[in-house]
């Protein structure tokens, strides 16, 4: 099955860092990724939409200055939370759009001190 | 407010048991219902998908079956093992593309030896 790889699984930082957060389909060419953010019990919320070669599209409330994405290939895309501070600590997850179904990665846990 | 709606919340089970896990929903159109299982810090990993022509479908001890009239489905683990224990969410997706999901809550699963 189609596999995305998601690193780093863990990053602990201080406050007012920068994170990047790398999403990468390992067996498949993905035109479409996503990025979700998921909060302890509960559900997986859309942060915003990546497409390649293009900028992403945000959901509401989502600070697309806060949280950069870039998407420079078709197996590759980034998520940058810049400055970060402890209200941005969360489990952050990738998917990527193969044959029209998401596949996940397995998460990056982010810890801001 | 959420279109997806599992229940229960939480429950615990002891090793060797069964449980069902309950999911409704409201989203419309209707194009699959999948159910993820998600281990504690992990990415979700997909158990089953089915379309609204599909009543049922099994993955080993996993079966989950699909109402789209009364738009309810269900997630059925036979047997619990020990490993079955995480959380088992349930996805809808309104389109055949996948672009737009909608996640549940999620259902805790703890199994006791």
């Known amino acids: 099955g189609a596999v995305v790889s998601q690193h780093p699984s863990r990053v602990i930082c201080k406050s007012g860092t920068s994170v990047k957060i790398e999403c990468r389909s390992l067996d498949f060419q993905a035109t479409t990724m996503f990025w979700y953010r998921q909060f302890p019990k509960q559900s997986l919320m859309l942060m915003a939409t990546s497409n390649e070669g293009s900028k992403a599209t945000y959901e509401q409330g989502v600070e697309k200055d806060k949280f950069l994405i870039n998407h420079a290939s078709l197996t590759l895309s980034t998520l940058t939370v810049t400055s970060a501070h402890p209200e941005d600590s969360s489990f952050y997850i990738c998917s990527a759009m193969g044959g029209g179904i998401q596949y996940f990665g397995a998460g990056t846990r982010l810890s801001v001190l | 407010k959420n279109q997806v709606e599992q229940s229960p919340q939480s429950l615990i089970i002891l090793e060797g048991k069964n449980c069902t896990l309950q999911c409704n929903y409201t989203v419309s159109p209707f194009s699959n219902l999948r159910w993820y299982k998600q281990d504690t810090g992990r990415g979700p990993v997909s158990l089953t998908i089915?379309?609204?022509?599909?009543n049922t479908k099994s993955n080993g001890r996993y079966t989950a079956t699909l109402d789209a009239d009364t738009k309810q489905s269900s997630l059925h683990i036979t047997a619990s093992q020990l490993s079955d224990s995480a959380s088992y969410i349930c996805v809808v997706s309104a389109s055949s593309n996948d672009y737009k999901l909608s996640f549940g809550a999620g259902t805790t699963v703890t199994v006791r030896a």
């Open positions: 089915m379309t609204f022509s599909e």
